[in-house]
């Protein structure tokens, strides 16, 4: 699921007629973005709010095209950090401390797990049902990184521009998230084995 | 502990669920919503024209007030001389110039007095017309010294 590619210089143009109210130059980078930024804001908090996290982060390009700032990364990035912010808003979470060594590894959140979504329904594919539920399970701090790096595909700076952490923060919360992941995707003996 | 090894399946169920999402796709409502709300954006942006009703207004108001009450009024210019006053001659000084020039207050009155008056300022009179009445403006000093005479007839 990666972020769409881009020209920089051709996003600023788009997003230049889009502050002077060119409909087609909105029409343009939405199409562009929107079912990345869905993709994100579904495997963030769950499809009964994707679809209004995804509205409410072009609601905010459409009226705050002035915040974006080519000089800290992508469109793409700076949507993807709007999506978070609303998705993160939505779900009730503050803002969580930096330092992951901070923070309790050892308790899923599995308050974000649906039961019966679209998605579940658009995944036939079992496995990949299974990783994106676990992946819903993770701490908000380690979901946020494997979600951009992993599935949106963003650079560790990008991921980094989005959380607001350094790069340093991204490598050890994507590390400690993917090792979190492995282990509660990794098979679980069967009672009889172990008895 | 987590090993490179173990990480390797891991890695392979996340590219599945990768390729799995390509097909999600962002519900086509949100499309209309968010056209909508840009076109809506962007007429609240435009230049506010809450100024033209009352100016229009006015106008109208200013435009029946002068069709009912007409045009304003010309000013008044002083009625033009009498004719005759027109067709009279020069003032002959009854008084020396240089005081006549002095005087600070001087008023023009016409009158009518006998002919025979005339020849006491040392004009000619016939003696023929001495009864009848000339017509003359004369000229008054502020204290009602009369200063020059002009002859109308």
């Known amino acids: 699921m990666p972020m769409p590619p881009h020209d920089p210089h051709a996003e600023q143009a788009l997003l230049g007629r889009l502050k002077s109210g060119d409909e087609a130059a909105f029409d343009t980078l939405y199409r562009r973005h929107k079912d990345a930024v869905y993709r994100f804001a579904l495997l963030y908090c769950g499809a009964g709010a994707a679809a209004d996290v995804t509205q409410d982060s072009f609601m905010h390009l459409i009226t705050h095209p002035g915040q974006y700032d080519p000089a800290r990364g992508t469109v793409a990035a700076w949507l993807c950090g709007i999506a978070r912010n609303l998705a993160r808003r939505h779900l009730g979470l503050r803002e969580v401390a930096t330092d992951p060594a901070d923070l309790d590894d050892t308790l899923p959140h599995e308050a974000h797990i649906d039961t019966e979504t679209p998605l579940d329904r658009v995944l036939r594919n079992e496995s990949a049902d299974e990783v994106r539920r676990a992946i819903a399970a993770l701490a908000p701090h380690y979901r946020d990184v494997l979600v951009l790096c992993e599935l949106s595909e963003l650079s560790y700076a990008e991921a980094a521009q989005v959380c607001g952490i350094e790069i340093g923060t991204v490598r050890s919360r994507l590390s400690r998230a993917r090792a979190q992941l492995a282990q509660t995707l990794a098979p679980r003996p069967r009672a009889k084995e172990a008895m | ?153």
Do not use: C
């Open chain 2, 1 to 153: 502990m987590n090993t490179p090894e173990s990480l390797e399946p891991l890695d392979q169920r996340l590219a599945e669920l990768r390729a799995a999402l390509q097909s999600v796709k962002a519900p086509a409502a949100l499309d209309d919503a968010l056209a909508a709300r840009f076109r809506r954006q962007h007429a609240m942006r435009r230049p506010a024209l809450w100024w033209m009703p009352p100016l229009a207004l006015a106008a109208a108001v200013a435009l029946v007030t002068w069709m009912v009450r007409g045009p304003m009024p010309r000013p008044v210019l002083p009625e033009a001389l009498p004719t005759a006053a027109a067709d009279a001659g020069p003032f002959l000084a009854l008084k020396p110039l240089e005081r006549i020039a002095l005087e600070p207050g001087t008023t023009v009155v016409a009158t009518e007095f006998p002919r025979a008056l005339l020849a006491d300022w040392g004009l000619p009179v016939s003696p023929e017309r001495a009864g009848e009445p000339v017509r003359a403006e004369m000229l008054y000093s502020a204290d009602g010294e009369a200063l020059a005479v002009r002859l109308l007839n």
